[in-house]
């Protein structure tokens, strides 16, 4: 069992708060935390909607399916039962004992507005991602607040360990990472596009054309961390581009696909607002596009593209329990200046973040880095270039490179 970061987080959470939300993709692990956080010590009872009874009892009489349950309670899939969410608010507003409710679910809160609107000011939500490579390894890393704190302490073993693309390639989903061979965790990855699909995008739609789904997905993750443009989408899926834009909604609304949205200041300076599209798990994206880890290592172009995407969702991951709660998005202006990932925190500070497959950075690495430090002006904070070499080395007073390894080797 893989001990999560979000631990900690979520048990603050549950001391103060009525109704605690954890959602994110199938099979990241969301009923296992739950589970753990009764086994020490948190008095709830555990229920899910996948019981075939109590998911009759949750559908058919939502009012008397919560009013049965006597004490703090864990609500696995609760999606499956919607209408649960007006009766929770019910109870809540009786009676605002913390860690009331623990609800899990497959479904982003955004795509159930039931929720939402019912449970606001009552609930705190939290995602659990695909595993961090610092969990995986046993570690609470944390690049996010050290590149915020102290970038200059950033610092990494003389030990490398397993290589970043063989990571790509696994992913952080727990059975794949579990899994010993490419074949045996890609023919996971075949139920698994097939489950999600089938079950959960059914359950938050009516999809006619739900075969043109894996359609999509392997076109995006051709075009991993690249700026979302609907109109050349919808040319080569020869889909409308409204029924593209819902099946992308769908596809965001379970946690496969992410969109990473343009950062801008109103400064009078062209800024290029598409957001990118990524894919939420590295193995996912190496699935979709039949690749291994041999053939990553040879094509270096699409390395490249999915090693973007693989880094920006490792640090999306860990801003779920870094203290800095920035916001993450990308930089691009008409110039062709651009900077991969710039996470703004609360008081407006920014961070770059440049994403390198190559063993060796120069300055020009930096262009990019130096074009948004100007724009961005004293709120700049630090810029750093993540490449595939060993040695971390300054440019500037606030510009250095480091290895990728420093996403799970970074402790704050």
């Known amino acids: 069992m893989y001990a999560r970061n979000l631990m900690p987080r979520l048990?603050?959470?549950?001391?103060?708060?009525?109704?605690?939300?954890?959602?994110?993709?199938?099979?990241?692990?969301?009923?296992?935390?739950?589970?753990?956080?009764?086994?020490?010590?948190?008095?709830?009872?555990?229920?899910?909607?996948?019981?075939?009874?109590?998911?009759?009892?949750?559908?058919?009489?939502?009012?008397?399916?919560?009013?049965?349950?006597?004490g703090p309670v864990v609500i696995d899939e609760w999606q499956r039962a919607p209408d649960i969410a007006r009766v929770i608010k019910q109870h809540v507003d009786a009676d605002r004992q913390p860690g009331r409710f623990l609800l899990t679910g497959s479904a982003s809160a955004l795509a159930l507005p039931e929720l939402a609107d019912a449970l606001a000011g009552r609930m705190e939500i939290m995602t659990l991602w695909p595993l961090s490579q610092g969990e995986i390894e046993g570690r609470r890393d944390n690049l996010v607040d050290v590149l915020f704190r102290c970038p200059t302490s950033l610092g990494v073993s003389s030990k490398p360990g397993e290589g970043v693309v063989t990571r790509l390639a696994r992913g952080g989903f727990p059975v794949a990472v579990d899994r010993l061979s490419t074949a045996r965790r890609h023919a996971w990855f075949d139920s698994y596009i097939t489950s999600v699909l089938q079950r959960n995008v059914r359950d938050l739609a009516n999809i006619e054309r739900l075969a043109d789904m894996p359609r999509i997905l392997r076109l995006?993750?051709?075009?991993?961390?690249?700026?979302?443009?609907?109109?050349?989408?919808?040319?080569?899926?020869?889909?409308?581009?409204?029924?593209?834009?819902?099946?992308?909604?769908?596809?965001?609304?379970?946690?496969?696909?992410?969109?990473?949205?343009?950062?801008?200041?109103?400064?009078?300076?062209?800024?290029?607002?598409?957001?990118?599209v990524i894919l939420s798990d590295g193995g996912l994206g190496c699935f979709l596009l039949g690749v291994d880890e041999k053939r990553l290592a040879q094509d270096r172009v699409l390395l490249g593209s999915l090693l973007e995407g693989f880094?920006?969702?490792?640090?999306?991951?860990?801003?779920?329990?870094?203290?800095?709660?920035?916001?993450?998005?990308?930089?691009?202006?008409?110039?062709?200046?651009?900077?991969?990932?710039?996470?703004?925190?609360?008081?407006?500070?920014?961070?770059?973040?440049?994403?390198?497959?190559?063993?060796?950075?120069?300055?020009?690495?930096?262009?990019?880095?130096r074009s948004f430090a100007t724009l961005a002006g004293s709120d700049f904070r630090h810029g750093v270039v993540l490449y595939t070499g060993d040695e971390v080395v300054s440019f500037a007073e606030n510009l250095q490179a480091a290895p990728i390894r420093a996403l799970w080797e970074a402790e704050g």
Do not use: C
């Not at 700026?227 to 029924?243: C, F, V």
């Not at 992308?248 to 607002?273: E, H």
């Not at 998005?329 to 770059?352: Q, S, T």
């Open 311 to 369: 880094v920006i969702m490792e640090i999306i991951k860990q801003l779920g329990w870094s203290d800095t709660r920035a916001t993450p998005m990308h930089f691009r202006d008409h110039a062709g200046n651009e900077v991969d990932l710039v996470l703004e925190a609360p008081d407006g500070g920014v961070v770059g973040v440049e994403i390198k497959a190559s063993a060796s950075v120069g300055s020009s690495d930096f262009k990019g880095l």
């Open 11 to 70: 048990l603050d959470a549950l001391a103060d708060t009525p109704v605690v939300l954890i959602h994110g993709a199938r099979q990241t692990g969301k009923s296992t935390l739950a589970k753990r956080v009764i086994e020490d010590g948190h008095p709830a009872r555990y229920l899910s909607l996948d019981d075939a009874s109590l998911f009759e009892a949750a559908t058919g009489d939502p009012a008397g399916f919560i009013s049965g349950l006597d």
């Open 220 to 276: 995006l993750a051709a075009r991993s961390a690249t700026l979302l443009n609907y109109a050349e989408l919808s040319s080569l899926l020869a889909i409308p581009q409204q029924t593209l834009k819902r099946y992308l909604g769908l596809l965001k609304a379970v946690f496969l696909v992410q969109l990473l949205p343009a950062w801008s200041r109103n400064r009078g300076r062209r800024l290029t607002k598409a957001p990118k």
